[in-house]
């Protein structure tokens, strides 16, 4: 296997000596680093074609979808350890498709894992949610395309909780539902008719805090928002968006203790990623130089973090940040 380990170490590096002597240019630039990048596996290694997602299982594997249509398991060491899925729209089969008609590899096939191992996969093109077991046996879907109740236009980020429900946002109705594990919707929130104008635009979400609130970020207003399991938003902030290239954010997650962590929309490989606290104050930036992240940090059962570099590499990270 194609190992970039020495690569990848040297970037870090040169990113860290960018941003201190970049100290005195701006306090931003002064802010220590959220992580270090100790391994990483490029997607030809791989096996992966234009990767989209990933999410980390409580066996510690990684699970990735991407543009050839098949969701991936790789184990921590960076072993391909099984494949499931094809082109289709037959049971178990996926059509991740492109929001975006100028870039067809950019595709949407969002994917996260809950904490029994179930895997659940956005399958936006077929308007669906599909789940399946970690060996990939297919054991429901729910989900269809359309406008009405429970139905999808474009499904993209997913989230499960502690319970078994899952938290879907629609790419193009720009509305969040949440489902029972049986799939029945619970509540949506959303969409053009919302009052809430931190609820007007695209919803990008990826995990749920100590709190059992929904972390998610809004790129049409520029906010963090903070959801609780009923559907109400109960706290929100403007992280910088001037450190981002198009002053857009598209990924938001949060680790365990609870430290939100925020990165843009831009396509190059200059994006920033910022941490704020729990108070939301701005507390570390990894400066997007040579690597930046397609997809933000995902955390493993036992200390591992993952992220998803804007190549296609998956990078094995270790947080540099301080307790407390």
């Given at each position: 296997?194609?190992?970039?380990?020495?690569?990848?170490?040297?970037?870090?590096?040169?990113?860290?000596?960018?941003?201190?002597?970049?100290?005195?240019?701006?306090?931003?630039?002064?802010?220590?680093?959220?992580?270090?990048?100790?391994?990483?596996?490029?997607?030809?290694?791989?096996?992966?074609?234009?990767?989209?997602?990933?999410?980390?299982?409580?066996?510690?594997?990684?699970?990735?979808?991407?543009?050839?249509?098949?969701?991936?398991?790789?184990?921590?060491?960076?072993?391909?350890?099984?494949?499931?899925?094809?082109?289709?729209?037959?049971?178990?089969?996926?059509?991740?498709?492109?929001?975006?008609?100028?870039?067809?590899?950019?595709?949407?096939?969002?994917?996260?894992?809950?904490?029994?191992?179930?895997?659940?996969?956005?399958?936006?093109?077929?308007?669906?949610?599909?789940?399946?077991?970690?060996?990939?046996?297919?054991?429901?879907?729910?989900?269809?395309?359309?406008?009405?109740?429970?139905?999808?236009?474009?499904?993209?980020?997913?989230?499960?909780?502690?319970?078994?429900?899952?938290?879907?946002?629609?790419?193009?109705?720009?509305?969040?539902?949440?489902?029972?594990?049986?799939?029945?919707?619970?509540?949506?929130?959303?969409g053009s008719a919302s009052s809430d104008q931190d609820l007007l635009g695209h919803q990008h979400l990826a995990s749920i805090d100590a709190h059992g609130r929904l972390v998610m970020v809004n790129d049409d207003q520029g906010r963090v928002l903070y959801v609780d399991p009923s559907g109400h938003k109960v706290d929100a902030f403007s992280p910088d968006?001037?450190?981002?290239?198009?002053?857009?954010?598209?990924?938001?997650?949060?680790?365990?203790?609870?430290?939100?962590?925020?990165?843009?929309?831009?396509?190059?490989?200059?994006?920033?990623?910022?941490?704020?606290?729990?108070?939301?104050?701005?507390?570390?930036?990894?400066?997007?130089?040579?690597?930046?992240?397609?997809?933000?940090?995902?955390?493993?059962?036992?200390?591992?973090?993952?992220?998803?570099?804007?190549?296609?590499?998956?990078?094995?990270?270790?947080?540099?940040?301080?307790?407390?």
């Amino acid at each position: 296997m194609e190992r970039i380990t020495s690569r990848l170490a040297a970037a870090a590096v040169v990113a860290g000596v960018a941003v201190l002597g970049a100290g005195c240019a701006a306090n931003a630039a002064a802010l220590p680093n959220p992580f270090t990048i100790t391994a990483g596996y490029s997607a030809k290694s791989l096996g992966l074609d234009h990767p989209d997602a990933l999410a980390a299982g409580p066996d510690g594997n990684l699970y990735v979808t991407d543009l050839s249509q098949r969701v991936t398991v790789i184990s921590p060491g960076g072993e391909v350890l099984r494949r499931w899925g094809k082109p289709g729209a037959g049971p178990g089969e996926f059509k991740f498709i492109s929001g975006d008609p100028t870039d067809p590899t950019d595709v949407a096939g969002r994917i996260a894992v809950g904490r029994t191992g179930m895997v659940y996969v956005s399958d936006s093109g077929n308007g669906r949610v599909q789940v399946f077991t970690p060996q990939g046996r297919l054991i429901r879907q729910f989900g269809s395309y359309g406008s009405g109740k429970g139905q999808f236009f474009l499904p993209g980020n997913l989230v499960v909780d502690g319970s078994g429900n899952v938290y879907v946002a629609d790419n193009q109705s720009q509305t969040l539902a949440k489902f029972s594990p049986s799939g029945k919707v619970i509540w949506q929130i959303g969409g053009s008719a919302s009052s809430d104008q931190d609820l007007l635009g695209h919803q990008h979400l990826a995990s749920i805090d100590a709190h059992g609130r929904l972390v998610m970020v809004n790129d049409d207003q520029g906010r963090v928002l903070y959801v609780d399991p009923s559907g109400h938003k109960v706290d929100a902030f403007s992280p910088d968006s001037s450190s981002f290239t198009e002053g857009n954010m598209c990924e938001v997650t949060v680790d365990a203790a609870g430290d939100t962590y925020v990165s843009g929309c831009g396509p190059g490989p200059t994006e920033p990623t910022l941490v704020y606290d729990r108070a939301h104050r701005l507390i570390a930036k990894w400066p997007g130089m040579n690597y930046s992240l397609l997809r933000l940090p995902v955390f493993g059962p036992n200390g591992e973090v993952f992220a998803l570099a804007t190549d296609g590499s998956i990078l094995r990270l270790r947080i540099t940040l301080p307790a407390g």
